[in-house]
């Protein structure tokens, strides 16, 4: 069964909307947690690494301010999209793993739809 | 900086075929490496993961093997079948990167009857 969840899968909304998407490890604590953005027919791109207690870390070229993560609890990460835009419609994926050696186990993913 | 290439992009094979998918990657310090396929519309499902120190692993018709010192791991599916379309992507951890993954630009398979 999953073992990280992400929630929503899928959102519409009007451009100007803040969205707030959810990430859960389900059975393991996950002090590191990892936002990924993943435009049509691309690999992933690493967005920002979420660190419980801590300012998440941001990969260069991606907004602090647009992506705000929190990750309050050693079993939730949130990224909220804050005044999205078109250009701001993507699919967004978490992950997170037990350990280092441990393998990466990754969220269903929340399609983003800007109108 | 560590880059993870995959050949081919894509790959269309009748059922029933072995195949086998490339993943290279530049700085050999790695700390381990992880197969996934991902469907439409979906994340990530974990296949394989290699550590460092291992050279190859299997599950079930999957077996992945890694040469660290080459830069080079492949992922050998045997007896494909229809149900094995999607896009597989490998993806490499190194020491020092908080846990990050860089990864591959994937491969597409397409099973055909």
Known sequence: ?115 | KQEVTQIPAALSVPEGENLVLNCSFTDSAIYNLQWFRQDPGKGLTSLLLIQSSQREQTSGRLNASLDKSSGRSTLYIAASQPGDSATYLCAVRSPGTASKLTFGTGTRLQVTL
């Open chain 1, 1 to 115: 069964g999953a073992v990280v969840s992400q929630h929503p899968s899928w959102v519409i909304c009007k451009s100007g909307t803040s969205v707030k998407i959810e990430c859960r490890s389900l059975d393991f604590q996950a002090t590191t947690m990892f936002w990924y953005r993943q435009f049509p027919k691309q690999s992933l791109m690493l967005m920002a690494t979420s660190n419980e207690g801590s300012k998440a870390t941001y990969e260069q070229g991606v907004e602090k301010d647009k992506f705000l993560i929190n990750h309050a609890s050693l079993t939730l990460s949130t990224l909220t999209v804050t005044s999205a835009h078109p250009e701001d419609s993507s699919f967004y994926i978490c992950s997170a793993s037990r350990a280092q050696n441990q393998p990466q186990h990754f969220g269903d993913g929340t399609r983003l739809s800007i109108l």
